[in-house]
Structure formats: C-alpha cells, structure tokens
C-alpha cells in the first residue's frame, strides 16, 4: 500500500514550453501533496505544499506563477512548469500525506527528470 | 527556523567496512520527526526510519542502526558490514509531525568498493 506515481518519469523540452507533471496516489488519499525539486548533486528543496481543492502554499523564492500546482482531486496533484527555460532542468520529486489514523505520513513518488534544452 | 547538517559530502569505503553517517539538526519545535532516506542512483527515495523526538531509544534493523541523542541535537547512522549495494546518496531529514513538510539535510554520498 501507499504508492505514489509521477508521470513521466521523464521528459525532454524546448526552451519556452510548458510541461505537465502528474502525482497520483494510488491506493490511498492525499490532501496533501508536496513538490519537491532537487538540481544535480544537491538535496531536496521544498517548492510547494498543495491542498486538496485549495491554493498551494509556495516556499520563499519559489515563482507561482511559473510553476502552477493543481490539486483538484484526492489523488492528483499537478506541477506545470510554464515557459521552461534551461535553469530549469532538475529532478521533481513529489509527496503525499494520506488522511488520518497511521498513515499520517509522506509517501514518496519515483520522480520526473526534466530537461529543457 | 529548521535546519539540518550533514557535514559528510562522500564517504568512500571498502566492502565490510562499517560507515557512520553524521547529522545534526536545528529546531525550535519540542515535538518533532528525524528521518533517514536513501536515494539509489535511479532516483527514488527509499524510506528507512522515523523517529519522534520523545523516544531517544536507538534502533538496529539488519545492517543499519541508529543513534538518537537530543543533547547534542544528532540523529546518526550506521552501516555495518557495508556492501556494494548500499552505494547511494543518504538523507537525513527534519519534520514537523510524521506528515508535515520536510527539511532536508545535503545528503551523503556512499561509494562501497567491491
């Protein structure tokens, strides 16, 4: 139990372009997903915590209009790169926080590499 | 503010050898999670432990064991016996409950040679 999926894993664009990055949970519900984004040789830099049917919460120095989170069901959020541009390029990474009783906690999804070329 | 150090870029060992990851963490928070992760080179995070700020007990699973001391404010672990599969980067993280957001520490690189 407790999957989490992104979708694609991963993904090659050009500079100017939008891609769309799925997180679902498979066997379980999420109001809270988490995005992560983790550049080559770093560590997890948190982006954004969303809310099942509310607006996410973006970390300091995160663009939220450059990267638009959509979580309108229990199980799918939705990460849109906008306008992807070179700097771009890393690995995102997200999470899910089932409801209640023991599985209060974060499951994490295999990740979605993007490459803006 | 939450912060957590690991001050071990890459750690390079021979196979059996035993390795020791350090982590150190800052809060403010009386209740609190440390979590160690482990990122293969495909990516995926492969969870290994939580541990609550109230139960300082240490834990041993298998190869891996852990160290939790609120004094000095570190959440270390060790690999015993170290195999080639254990190369990977490692994590250590702070949370706010089980299911808050994460703060995660610069990760350890851990090359076992056969």
């Not at chain 1, 450059?66 to 069901?73: G, R």
């Not at chain 2, 109230?54 to 015993?80: A, C, H, L, P, V």
Request: proline content about 3%; glycine content about 6%; overall charge neutral.
């Amino acid at each position: 139990g407790a999957v989490v999926s992104q979708h694609p894993s991963w993904v090659i664009c050009k500079s100017g372009t939008s891609v769309k990055i799925e997180c679902r949970s498979l066997d379980f519900q999420a109001t809270t997903m988490f995005w992560y984004r983790q550049f080559p040789k770093q560590s997890l830099m948190l982006m954004a915590t969303s809310n099942e049917g509310s607006k996410a919460t973006y970390e300091q120095g995160v663009e939220k209009d450059k990267f638009l989170i959509n979580h309108a069901s229990l199980t799918l959020s939705t990460l849109t790169v906008t306008s992807a541009h070179p700097e771009d390029s890393s690995f995102y990474i997200c999470s899910a926080r089932a409801q209640g009783g023991s599985y209060n906690e974060q499951f994490f999804g295999p990740g979605t590499r993007l490459t803006v070329l | 503010a939450q912060k957590v150090t690991q001050a071990q870029t890459e750690i390079s060992v021979v196979e059996k050898e035993d390795v020791t990851l350090d982590c150190v963490y800052e809060t403010r928070d009386t209740t609190y999670y440390l979590f160690w992760y482990k990122q293969p080179p495909s990516g995926e995070l492969v969870f290994l432990i939580r541990r609550n700020s109230f139960d300082e007990q240490n834990e041993i699973s298998g190869r891996y064991s852990w160290n939790f001391q609120k004094s000095t404010s570190s959440f270390n672990f060790t690999i015993t016996a170290s195999q080639v599969v254990d190369s990977a980067v490692y994590f250590c993280a702070l949370g706010r409950g089980a299911g808050n957001k994460l703060t995660f520490g610069g990760g350890t690189r851990v090359l076992v040679k056969p």
